[in-house]
């Protein structure tokens, strides 16, 4: 590997806007990577010069033993560990192996134009991922910066928030912040149209009235469904069996609909979730309600367990389907890390009976839950019981 590794932010303003330690390091360099755009910001030096290959995650570990014992400085836009490469080069190094020197992140240059305090903003990522991972940020009156990927991200920002019913949002697109081109335009996401430069983020104030909460128990008619859904009130006591975690991976087998696995994910946005579905059609439908509800939801299409074998090591694992498979809940729990959690429903009788068989060998919690809902009898209302569902948890 490189035997110094300097990462060096730099913004829209170039050369001027960098600190004395910042020009130093990039002239001391003997190879300077970075995108184009940030490699013309610099001007010429003794240094060698890389533009970054795409893809780039793929071709770094190459790049750093290609230049192993060289003196290297990579460019990175904003504060290189916020969203940036800083961070992955930490992770392949080392922090001992990486000195980062930061520059203002576009998000601190968005509040101060903005006036808003950076305490009380989400910021949304939407480099490599779509656009619907805004939505579970999307509740009346939060203050929204998204990180576009691109000129064409404020339309389609835009066009979401619309159609979930926030077009009255106060929507800012902030073009090349911190630079002489720098460019701010205030509007609403319904009235928002227009050209911008591929460097921009957007502020958005959220001015809506539907409510899609991030606690467990969306409304039943949140999902796509042809009835194989975990419905609200047992998905709501499931999920908190599950103990969703910031940073941890679920293993939703059996999806269905997805709901599990997209609330677990919606719980925080590095909790991620890989959900195995045998049915093609309804694996198809699990992944439109993913893209619906913007959740980090991976889709396995296959029969479990065999569909298990070689999925990254998950933090908890529910069993909404198939329980009965032969291997079923061996393969789940030893798959399990430890403090993991495992959680199987049954509402048959054959799933109970094996419930209540590994009950006695692992122990754990065990409850029965009934729901009934009011509905219309003749001209009154009477009481209506859904399938009672027995639900049982573990920890490893």
């Known amino acids: 590997m490189a035997a110094e590794v300097t990462v060096v932010g730099i ?16 002239g001391a360099a003997e190879v300077l990577l970075g995108s184009s755009r940030q490699l013309s910001l610099v001007p010429e030096g003794t240094a060698e010069r890389r533009a970054w290959p795409s893809p780039l995650s793929e071709a770094l570990p190459g790049l750093l033993n290609e230049y192993a014992g060289r003196r290297l400085c990579v460019l990175a836009s904003g504060d290189p560990t916020f969203h940036g490469i800083g961070t992955t080069l930490t992770r392949l190094l080392g922090a001992s192996a990486v000195r980062v020197i930061p520059h203002p992140s576009s998000v601190s240059l968005a509040c101060a134009r903005l006036g808003w305090p950076q305490d009380q903003v989400q910021v949304v990522s939407l480099v490599g991922h779509p656009t619907e991972r805004v939505h579970p940020h999307v509740q009346p009156g939060r203050r929204l910066v998204v990180l576009s990927w691109g000129a064409q991200t404020p339309a389609e920002v835009a066009e979401l928030l619309v159609a979930r019913g926030y077009g009255a949002s106060a929507f800012t697109v902030l073009e090349q912040l911190g630079g002489p081109d720098e460019r701010v335009t205030s509007t609403t996401a319904d009235s928002w149209s227009g050209e911008v430069d591929a460097l921009n983020v957007i502020g958005v104030l959220c001015q809506g009235s539907q409510v899609l909460s991030t606690v467990p128990g969306l409304p039943d008619d949140a999902y796509e469904s042809d009835g194989q ?8 006591v499931t999920l908190s069996r599950l103990a969703p975690v910031p940073g941890q991976l679920l293993w939703d087998v059996g999806g269905g609909a997805g709901s599990i696995a997209i609330e677990w994910s919606r719980h925080h946005p590095s909790c991620r979730a890989i959900a195995v579905e045998r049915d093609a059609e309804r694996s198809d439908r699990l992944q439109r309600n993913v893209a619906a509800l913007g959740a980090s939801v991976t ?8 569909a298990l074998t070689g999925l990254e090591e998950p933090d908890a694992v529910f069993v909404g389907g198939g329980a009965t498979a032969p291997g079923m809940i061996e393969t789940c729990w ?4 430890p403090g993991g959690r495992l959680v199987v429903n049954g509402v048959t009788l ?8 590994w009950y006695q060998k692992l122990g754990g919690d065990l409850v029965r839950l009934d729901v009934q809902r009011a509905s219309a009898v003749g001209g009154m209302t009477g009481w209506r019981p859904a399938m009672p569902v027995t639900i049982w948890s573990v920890t490893k």
Do not use: F, H, M, Y
């Open 11 to 26: 913004g829209a303003d170039g050369w001027q806007g960098l600190s004395p330690a910042a020009q130093e390091a990039i």
């Open 229 to 236: 859904l975990t419905k609200r009130e047992v998905r709501a």
């Open 299 to 306: 889709t396995v299409l296959g029969a479990a367990p065999e």
């Open 334 to 337: 030893n798959a399990l890390r």
């Open 350 to 357: 054959e799933t109970e009976v094996l419930i209540a068989e």
